[in-house]
């Protein structure tokens, strides 16, 4: 072979061989940049589940924490509906003077709205008051009502009216179906108003009697419950 064609073969054999060299630095480069992009991908896709992850974790919190709240909210009113106390439904008053009188004895000295009476020290009664007495101290005076058995109690205040006569004396007593319930004992005008509640539980008849007493008695506010 000639010179010249050593120069050619060897000009050709360079030419391949920096060809050859740019295809394997074009395939590093391919490699490099798919490499890089599936980098990319990942970060991108990792990043994403990271965010939706975050989202998800501070949604079941907000959840939990509103599902919390209205626990305690539900507990609260359930406190504050076992602190009211329940209410009793309140029991029917009827004031004596507002029954019929049944029966009364002939020499009796009764008011049924006596309002306005004053006893003996001078306090005035204004409602629901009962005066009795005898007309004729020899006669036992009484009034009756019919209680039917419906109330339990029976309370007022008894005082002693200041038409009564210095040095008189008497006795008031309350009875249940003919069995005294009360009695105020023998008393005269230096008598202090005394309250009285007594039990009528399953009382039929009700009488208020002065036991033959010259003194006139006051009986104020007096209702059955």
Not at 33 to 61: D, P, Y
Not at 142 to 170: F, P
Request: negative net charge; proline residues 1%.
């Amino acid at each position: 072979m000639g010179d010249f064609d050593k120069k050619r073969a060897f000009s050709i054999g360079g030419v391949l061989s920096g060809l050859i060299g740019i295809i394997a630095v074009l395939a590093n480069l391919s490699e490099i940049l798919q490499f890089a992009g599936c980098n990319e991908k990942s970060e991108k896709s990792v990043t994403t589940t990271s965010i939706v992850e975050t989202i998800e974790k501070n949604t079941k919190a907000k959840e939990t924490k509103q599902a919390e709240e209205t626990i305690v909210e539900e507990e609260n009113v359930a406190e504050v509906v076992e602190e009211i106390p329940e209410t009793e439904p309140q029991q029917e008053v009827i004031y004596l003077n507002s029954l019929k009188v049944v029966e009364k004895s002939m020499y009796a000295y009764y008011v049924e709205n006596a309002n306005h009476s004053v006893d003996t020290i001078g306090n005035t009664y204004l409602s629901h008051t009962i005066t009795i007495g005898s007309e004729n101290w020899r006669d036992d005076s009484y009034i009756t009502y019919y209680l039917g058995g419906k109330y339990n109690t029976l309370s007022g205040t008894i005082a002693v009216n200041d038409d009564t006569y210095d040095g008189e004396t008497g006795a008031l007593s309350i009875l249940c179906d003919e069995n005294i319930v009360y009695s105020t004992g023998v008393i005269d005008r230096m008598y202090i108003p005394t309250e009285f509640s007594v039990n009528v539980e399953g009382c039929q008849w009700l009488k208020i009697s002065d036991n033959k007493s010259a003194v006139k008695f006051i009986i104020d506010n007096c209702k059955l419950e």
